[in-house]
């Protein structure tokens, strides 16, 4: 018996997005045609265009999808933070471990934020879903510091924008000094993560009525 459309949609979507991450990656958004996706995938225009209003909104479905994979990671990560480890060891081991698919990832995105640069309806699209994963990424930041003697010293909101620009001029400097200029980058963000942590986050201390706090004095009361 024939699969129903409903059935068939995950693999035509997870075809259509598989062959354009390849082609976006491989020669670029602009370049690349709607034809060359669907070829490469197999399909018709038609299922294209049954899924997707533009190659704009294919690409918006990328992105989404890579910042799901990153939240995934970085929950991962936070779950196995141990009370009183190394913050920034950890921020670093995981930034290590992502360096290729971030530079892939570098390829695909890096043309399309400028394309949206240029284009203010696309500009405001990509502005909604990159203020989803910030919001996202300030979750994971508050929970990871719930569980360390740290609190946030900034909007937690402000702290993941400035994560993300660094995480992003990162995987900037990677495709473009090769292999040789890896190394200095990586240095970079060893020298610089304490800073951040540091600039971001402060030793926690008690509420003024507690009784660890060095200003509690028995009786008083907060006013």
């Known amino acids: 018996m024939p699969k129903s459309p409903t059935k068939r949609r995950p693999r035509t979507v997870a075809s259509l997005t598989d062959s354009a991450l390849a ?27 049954s899924n997707y209003r533009d190659k704009e909104e294919l690409f918006l479905a990328l992105y989404d999808a890579h910042a799901d994979r990153l939240l995934a990671d970085l929950r991962a990560e936070a779950a196995r933070l141990d009370p009183g480890e190394d913050l920034v060891d950890r921020l670093l081991a995981y930034t290590a471990e992502r360096a290729e698919q971030e530079r892939r990832w570098f390829l695909v995105s890096m043309e399309f934020t400028l394309h949206a640069a240029r284009t203010p309806a696309v500009a405001e699209l990509l502005g909604a879903h990159e203020e989803r994963l910030v919001q996202a990424v300030a979750g994971v930041i508050t929970e990871t510091l ?10 937690a ?12 001029g990162l995987s900037a400097l990677r495709p473009v000094q090769g292999p040789q200029g890896l190394p200095g980058a990586e240095g970079l963000s060893r020298r610089l993560a304490p800073y951040l942590v540091r600039a971001l986050t402060t030793a926690d201390t008690p509420h003024p009525n507690h009784p660890n706090h060095p200003n509690h004095a028995e009786g008083t009361t907060e006013r």
């Open 23 to 49: 082609l976006f990656t491989e020669n670029g958004f602009h370049a690349t045609s709607i034809s060359d996706i669907v070829e490469r995938a197999g399909l018709t225009r038609g299922a294209f265009y």
């Open 157 to 168: 909101a402000d702290g993941a924008r400035l994560l993300i620009a660094l995480f992003k």
């Open 146 to 155: 719930a569980r360390t003697e740290l609190r946030p010293a900034v909007d």
